[in-house]
């Protein structure tokens, strides 16, 4: 009879690809003026501690950390944060990853729970006792403060802002770049699969990709892709997350001169785009923008256009952290980012922007495309135009 010797050789060292100290030291920075924030959080409700549990918040307090490759949503890693410490709570499968990869520097201690006994007993023992605020309502805690964090995680700081411009930018060039080699007859999955590898290949996991072939865009406002060919024309947008943060983006392209419907459609999509863009201010009311785009769709004889599909939202570490609606008195806020996509016809015109006491400012720019210039408020505004191959 045959014994099986175990192999008892040691696990090899972690092959890490580490943060430059100045991207550390802006990350810890980060980190610690959200744990400032939970502190008078605290003291305020008359918690001791606060327990996180959605992904959004445990992407917004590490600054970007994120739980990858667990399926099961109830074994998520949490946050536990104290006025003056903080801990990642996590499964021992999954923390040597978090800190070797996610979270290493920033001053998280680590409380963890074997894998096969699950999740609850470890928050259980973490809340008896104590009196703990949570992002959820939980039997084990005082208080939800959900929509306080809701709204605190909405307003991007200046290292989230940064964050932002950098993933518009690989958004739009995986966008762009896929428009300039697509040929005819490639079929909306090809051209998905491309835009997925290029943002894979930057480190951004593509969260919605949309490609509608040869006016598909006039019927689906909000779509996927199909094995359907491209023969003349294509509309393509994108959701995006990297850092833990999200930005979307479109663009259109047109093998040949677009018919004159599809050019026509497009320059009032651009016009109602530009002008959501230009009063994009601190303080503005979400609702009067959206009257100002209704405004534009009557002067282009298309005013149902803007019943068809929502016009905006605000992003952030949720691809949709508000829906921006008619009706609704919200403020524009500085730091929001907001995704206008205005649509008429089979055009569409998609960006995310910034609110910045400065003026809105663009997250995903146009990098080798061809612009509209438009003149709005005595501004000139840039929108994409259509690129024709």
Known sequence: MSTVVPNHEVAPEPRVVSSSPDELA??????????????????????????????????WVTAGASPRGILDIREMPAVYLSAEHRWIVSSNADSQRLFDEEVDGLGFQLKEWPWHLGREQLLAELCHGRVVASDRPLS???????????????????YEQECMKALGELLSHALEATCRTMTAGETEREVAGQISHRLLHRGAFPISITALADGRSRLYRQAGFTPLTIDQQCVVVATARKYGLCATAGR???????????QKEHDLATRVSATYLASSWPDAIAAEVLNLGRRIYQMGEMEQEWRLAPQGYV?????LELPLRPGRQDLLQPGWSLVWSSSAGAAQCT???????????LVTPMEAWP???IRVQGHEILRPDILVR
């Open 351 to 361: 960006d995310t922007f910034l609110v910045t006491d400065a003026g809105p400012l």
């Open 371 to 373: 612009l509209k210039r």
């Open 252 to 262: 259109t392209m047109c093998f040949g001169q677009p018919d004159p419907a599809l």
């Open 315 to 319: 992003t952030g570490r949720s691809p």
């Open 26 to 59: 802006d990350r810890r920075a980060d980190v610690d003026q959200k744990q400032d924030w939970v502190a008078g959080v605290l003291q305020e409700s008359g918690c001791e501690g606060l327990l996180l549990l959605e992904p959004e918040n445990f992407s």
């Open 140 to 158: 084990i805690c005082k208080t939800s403060i959900g929509e306080k964090l809701r709204q605190k995680r909405r307003q991007l700081s200046p």
